[in-house]
C-alpha cells in the first residue's frame, strides 16, 4: 500500500507545511505518527516525501571567519588536556563514509572524544546500527544524545 495515495489533500497540504517550517525528515516522521496517526520508517518518510514532490529545506550552516582554521572532519586529534575535560556536545563529531558499508544506506564514524570512536549505519529499513571500535564502549547518555543531534543533522545536510 502506498502512504501517498491513503493521505487526503489536506493532510499532503499539512506535510507541506511542516517542511516549508524548516521540519526535517524526521520530526515530519514524528508528527505524521502523533498528530496524523500515520506510523512509517525514516526511509518511508523520505520516499512519502518524494512522491509528493516535497522538499526539505537544508539546513543552513554558518561559514568559518576567514581567520579561523578549519578541523578535519574525518579525525579528531585530543590532546592531553582535553581528556581531562567531560565530553559534551562539542566534543562528538559526526562524519559520512564516502564508500558505504555493505547493506547499509548510510555510514559513516562517530568520535566521541577521549580516543573513543564507533561505526553507525542506516539499513534499508531505517535502522540504526551502532558499533564502538573499543569492545565494551558505551557512550554517555549525553554523548548519545549529541551523537543523535550530530547525525540528524549531517544527514539533513546530505538530504537522507
Known sequence: MSTAKSLTEEQIATIK???????GL???QRKLADELEVKITYLETRFL???????????????PEANEEEEPEEEETVSEEEEA???GEGSVSVTVD???????IVSGKVSFGFGKSASWWLDQMGRLGFEPDQEGFTPSEEEAIAFQQQLQQVLQQQQF
Not at 98 to 104: F, H, I, L, T, Y
Open 49 to 63: 516525501l518524494e512522491d509528493l514532490k516535497i522538499e526539505i529545506k537544508p539546513v543552513e550552516v554558518p561559514e
Open 98 to 104: 564516502k564508500v558505504q558499508r555493505p547493506g547499509a
Open 26 to 28: 524526521s520530526d515530519i
Open 17 to 23: 507545511a511542516w517542511a516549508d517550517d524548516g521540519d
Open 85 to 87: 575535560e567531560p565530553a
